[in-house]
């Protein structure tokens, strides 16, 4: 074997879903060269942790876990001269990361032979404030939370759908939030229902950009700002717009940029990739143009 594998591995993501066949997936990197690492997670910040001491000395670095152990390992990786390309094995309910780049989700043989067969490809990544990053998503407002608040049994019973229905089921209690944002060339003033900047296709499971929408490595980020609709119903019309990919109300505000920096009269919420991410009234997210490579 001459090269070598960091294989780092959340064992809760999905269920503990990454044992079905995970011993065929080793045995398979094996059979291609690779001496296989494994290092398990047990907190969060585990992953970054072990990206960041060891993957400069392996080949490959590659992580089983749902988007939040993906986002972990590469800001572990960001900051390292010439980081290994970084694999990816699925193993959650949104995997918003994996159906944007095609990925197989929930089986790690069949992303094990993905690894095998792919090249690595430059990927942005997302810098919140001054030194945390976020790898396809950060937001504030409805639905940002839908991913972690879902309960496990819904999950696990109706996957993607099970998003779909717990972020309409908001849709009555969904509050505004008077804010300014500014960005590479433009700005607006007003009462915004969510926001967000993202470099995916999908996001949380529930709104899916087409392809020509999104390039994984231009130095540009999708920004996205929904403006309070005002009745409930109107709300709704809206929700159901996006969801089915019609992106041309007047309430919506789409645009590419590399930053954006938002102003609130409160502390508001965030997530990032799917986790809390904090009370944020002033934050500034920037694009990182392809500071690691993934593997697809």
């Known amino acids: 074997m001459d090269k070598k594998l960091m294989l780092i591995v959340n064992p809760v993501a999905g269920r503990s879903a990454y044992k079905f066949n995970f011993a065929e997936a080793t045995q398979l990197l094996a059979q291609a060269g690779y001496r296989v690492d494994l290092y398990y997670t047990a907190a969060r910040g585990d992953a970054t942790a072990f990206a960041r001491e060891h993957a400069a000395g392996y080949d490959t670095v590659a992580c089983i876990g749902g988007d939040g152990t993906l986002s972990e390992v590469i800001?572990?990786?960001?900051?390292?001269?010439?980081?290994?390309?970084?694999?990816?094995?699925?193993?959650?309910?949104?995997?918003?990361?994996a159906t944007t780049l095609g990925l197989p989700k929930n089986n790690a043989l069949e992303a094990a032979r993905r690894l095998l067969a792919g090249t690595?490809?430059?990927?942005?990544?997302?810098?919140?404030?001054?030194?945390?990053?976020?790898?396809?998503?950060?937001?504030?407002?409805?639905?940002?939370?839908?991913?972690?608040?879902?309960?496990?049994?819904?999950?696990?019973?109706?996957?993607?759908?099970?998003?779909?229905?717990?972020?309409?089921?908001?849709?009555?209690?969904?509050?505004?939030?008077?804010?300014?944002?500014?960005?590479d060339d433009g700005e607006?003033?007003?009462?915004?229902?969510?926001?967000?900047?993202?470099?995916?296709?999908?996001?949380?499971?529930?709104?899916?950009?087409?392809?020509?929408?999104?390039?994984?490595?231009?130095?540009?980020?999708?920004?996205?700002?929904?403006?309070d609709p005002g009745a409930l119903t109107d709300l709704a019309t809206l929700a159901g717009s996006v969801l089915t990919q019609r992106f041309d109300s007047d309430k919506l505000i789409i645009a590419h940029t590399r930053s954006a920096r938002f102003h609130f009269d409160k502390p508001v919420a965030w997530t990032r990739d799917g986790e809390p991410g904090g009370l944020w009234q002033d934050v500034q997210l920037k694009n990182i143009q392809a500071p690691v490579q993934l593997i697809f």
């Open 75 to 97: 800001s572990g990786l960001i900051g390292q001269d010439n980081p290994p390309p970084l694999g990816y094995f699925p193993m959650g309910t949104a995997n918003d990361v």
């Open 120 to 183: 690595p490809h430059p990927y942005d990544v997302g810098l919140f404030g001054e030194d945390e990053h976020f790898a396809y998503i950060a937001g504030f407002g409805a639905f940002t939370d839908v991913s972690y608040t879902t309960p496990q049994d819904q999950k696990n019973a109706l996957g993607h759908l099970a998003y779909v229905l717990q972020g309409m089921a908001r849709l009555p209690s969904i509050e505004s939030y008077h804010a300014r944002v500014e960005w």
């Open 188 to 227: 607006f003033e007003g009462e915004l229902v969510y926001g967000s900047l993202s470099n995916s296709t999908s996001v949380a499971g529930i709104v899916h950009f087409t392809e020509k929408m999104v390039s994984l490595s231009d130095g540009l980020s999708e920004l996205v700002l929904v403006k």
